[in-house]
């Protein structure tokens, strides 16, 4: 008996090799446009082979040899894309728990996210985004490619901050995330030991910091849009606070400055800080220095808070873990709290985070697509969001084509500059095979990307079925 089993088992795994994948491990997909996103351009009717997790060819369809036994995928003139990568989520150990409709993991992969960085993992432990990581990079895990910050530098007094950077270092992260509350000191002693080590840092601006300084000592990137606007508050920097009185403390600075009842008037604003303005857009683009985009964060905010009904039956919320609703029917969902009584004060902000955005791209500083979902707290469904975003950037200013610079190529440069391989975010040979394949130009529409036929993460497709099933919300 138990050789019979071993027989049909055998059968059935070379049944899988043959009809599966072929002997020569290459996949063509066929009869597509190309969006290589190397220049402003769309290739019509090619092939793209891809051996393992890279490309190796790319070719006018009907000219390209299909090696023996390949692998064919019919693209039916979809538009073929890279993958994209959200710069700016939280990985949280319970992603992969019944806590979750859905996997995230999953959830990314279907709306097209073939990249990740984790800005702080919320869990026991901090290392678990590295075993993911080795899952997913030895196949036993289905997911997008993680890159890490492990434990962040949240508040001072430190214990070690030098030894914290040490540590995430050793242990094989990417970076080196900062938070709001650190002293002047900390920060310095972390971005000391963060520069020894070549260790790339990105993270807040400290209240205690504010801009200057922070580029100043060195931080390599800006964690969000939205740290700008604390610029422009009149605040006591040298105030000794603990981490949880500062944002309370900045923002009754705020009130008491400015009237936002009647809402953001980008001439008065101007009018009134356009030295201020300028002086932010000119530091950040004279150092060269990324800033995540997390948008979705006050475009969500405004949409919960002004329109709850809708932001309730939006088909994509399904996806948020239980524990979110109930949270947010009882109204202690997290922006509930912190905008209670001062709801105005989140159309404000978000209005001068638009203009933000305008002015950071006109000056040609590098955006990096981000929208801060994952931590389950906040309503911003992963995957999902990252469509939220792209819409935000083009409704702000950028093409359809810049807005996806900031979620392929620029996402590429700043993981070389991290210290890893950026060989992702544009499709050419020798990349690694990113890709999704969508209904519609791009180019001329982005919302064509949310029409998505498949998607190819470092090599492995999953068709539009695979995808749905991966994403099927089981009946109660
Ligand atoms: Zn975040």
Same mark, same amino acid.
């Given at each position: 008996m138990r050789i019979y089993l071993k027989v049909i088992w055998i059968s059935l795994s070379l049944g899988m090799l043959i009809t599966g994948c072929s002997d020569s491990g290459t996949t063509a997909i066929e009869n597509i446009h190309l969006v290589p996103m190397t220049s402003e351009t769309v290739i019509r009717n090619q092939t793209v082979l891809i051996k393992g997790d890279r490309i190796v060819e790319i070719g006018a369809a009907g000219s390209t040899r299909l090696p023996g036994g390949c692998n064919v995928i019919d693209g039916q003139g979809a538009y073929l894309v890279p993958g994209l990568a959200d710069m700016h989520i939280h990985t949280r150990d @319970?992603? #992969?728990? =019944?806590?979750?409709? *859905?996997?995230p993991l999953a959830l990314f992969l279907a709306n097209g996210v073939t990249t990740i960085r984790d800005f702080g993992p919320k869990g026991k432990t901090t290392t678990f985004p590295l075993r993911w990581r080795e899952e997913i990079s030895r196949r036993t895990l289905d997911g997008p490619w993680i890159y890490a910050s492990g434990e962040k530098l949240y508040a001072s007094p430190a214990d070690d901050a030098a030894g914290q950077v040490r540590r995430n270092h050793s242990q094989g992260f990417d970076f080196q995330k900062i938070y709001s509350y650190v002293s002047p000191g900390d920060f310095k002693t972390a971005m000391t030991t963060a520069k020894e080590l070549k260790f790339y840092t990105a993270g807040h601006i400290p209240f205690q910091l504010g801009l200057a300084k922070t580029l100043f000592y060195g931080?390599? =990137? +800006?964690?969000? +849009? $939205? =740290?700008? @606007?604390? =610029?422009f508050i009149t605040f006591d920097r040298k105030k000794q606070l603990p981490a949880k009185q500062w944002l309370p403390y900045v923002v009754s600075q705020a009130m008491r400055h400015y009237d936002m009842r009647s809402g953001f008037n980008e001439t008065e604003f101007r009018a009134r800080f356009s030295p201020t303005l300028s002086d932010i857009i000119q530091r950040i683009k004279t150092s060269d220095t990324p800033v995540c985009t997390t948008l979705s964060v006050g475009d969500t905010i405004v949409k919960k808070l002004f329109q709850a009904s809708w932001f309730r039956a939006r088909p994509e919320n399904k996806y948020m873990p239980k524990t979110y609703w109930q949270a947010f029917k009882q109204g202690r969902e997290k922006h509930q709290q912190q905008f #209670? &009584? *001062? $709801?105005?004060l989140a159309l404000f902000k978000y209005e001068l985070e638009k203009l933000l955005l305008r002015e950071l791209h006109h000056a040609g500083v590098t955006l990096l697509l981000s929208t @801060?979902? !994952?931590? &389950?707290?906040?309503g911003i469904a992963p995957g999902f969001s990252i469509h939220d975003e792209l819409r935000i950037l083009v409704e702000n200013g950028l093409s359809p084509y810049e807005a996806l610079y900031t979620g392929t190529v620029n996402a590429a440069h700043v993981v070389a500059k991290m210290g890893g391989r950026g060989d992702f975010g544009t499709i050419a040979i020798g990349k690694r095979a990113d890709l999704v394949l969508v209904q519609g130009n791009p180019l001329e529409n +982005? !919302?064509? *990307? #949310?029409? +998505?036929q498949g998607v190819m993460a470092a090599g492995k497709w999953y068709d539009k079925l695979r995808l749905a099933e991966m994403t099927a919300l089981k009946r109660k």
């Amino acid at each position: 008996m138990r050789i019979y089993l071993k027989v049909i088992w055998i059968s059935l795994s070379l049944g899988m090799l043959i009809t599966g994948c072929s002997d020569s491990g290459t996949t063509a997909i066929e009869n597509i446009h190309l969006v290589p996103m190397t220049s402003e351009t769309v290739i019509r009717n090619q092939t793209v082979l891809i051996k393992g997790d890279r490309i190796v060819e790319i070719g006018a369809a009907g000219s390209t040899r299909l090696p023996g036994g390949c692998n064919v995928i019919d693209g039916q003139g979809a538009y073929l894309v890279p993958g994209l990568a959200d710069m700016h989520i939280h990985t949280r150990d @319970d992603w #992969r728990t =019944e806590a979750w409709p *859905v996997s995230p993991l999953a959830l990314f992969l279907a709306n097209g996210v073939t990249t990740i960085r984790d800005f702080g993992p919320k869990g026991k432990t901090t290392t678990f985004p590295l075993r993911w990581r080795e899952e997913i990079s030895r196949r036993t895990l289905d997911g997008p490619w993680i890159y890490a910050s492990g434990e962040k530098l949240y508040a001072s007094p430190a214990d070690d901050a030098a030894g914290q950077v040490r540590r995430n270092h050793s242990q094989g992260f990417d970076f080196q995330k900062i938070y709001s509350y650190v002293s002047p000191g900390d920060f310095k002693t972390a971005m000391t030991t963060a520069k020894e080590l070549k260790f790339y840092t990105a993270g807040h601006i400290p209240f205690q910091l504010g801009l200057a300084k922070t580029l100043f000592y060195g931080l390599d =990137e +800006i964690a969000h +849009i $939205e =740290e700008l @606007d604390f =610029e422009f508050i009149t605040f006591d920097r040298k105030k000794q606070l603990p981490a949880k009185q500062w944002l309370p403390y900045v923002v009754s600075q705020a009130m008491r400055h400015y009237d936002m009842r009647s809402g953001f008037n980008e001439t008065e604003f101007r009018a009134r800080f356009s030295p201020t303005l300028s002086d932010i857009i000119q530091r950040i683009k004279t150092s060269d220095t990324p800033v995540c985009t997390t948008l979705s964060v006050g475009d969500t905010i405004v949409k919960k808070l002004f329109q709850a009904s809708w932001f309730r039956a939006r088909p994509e919320n399904k996806y948020m873990p239980k524990t979110y609703w109930q949270a947010f029917k009882q109204g202690r969902e997290k922006h509930q709290q912190q905008f #209670r &009584g *001062v $709801e105005n004060l989140a159309l404000f902000k978000y209005e001068l985070e638009k203009l933000l955005l305008r002015e950071l791209h006109h000056a040609g500083v590098t955006l990096l697509l981000s929208t @801060d979902c !994952g931590t &389950g707290r906040m309503g911003i469904a992963p995957g999902f969001s990252i469509h939220d975003e792209l819409r935000i950037l083009v409704e702000n200013g950028l093409s359809p084509y810049e807005a996806l610079y900031t979620g392929t190529v620029n996402a590429a440069h700043v993981v070389a500059k991290m210290g890893g391989r950026g060989d992702f975010g544009t499709i050419a040979i020798g990349k690694r095979a990113d890709l999704v394949l969508v209904q519609g130009n791009p180019l001329e529409n +982005i !919302g064509a *990307v #949310r029409n +998505i036929q498949g998607v190819m993460a470092a090599g492995k497709w999953y068709d539009k079925l695979r995808l749905a099933e991966m994403t099927a919300l089981k009946r109660k």
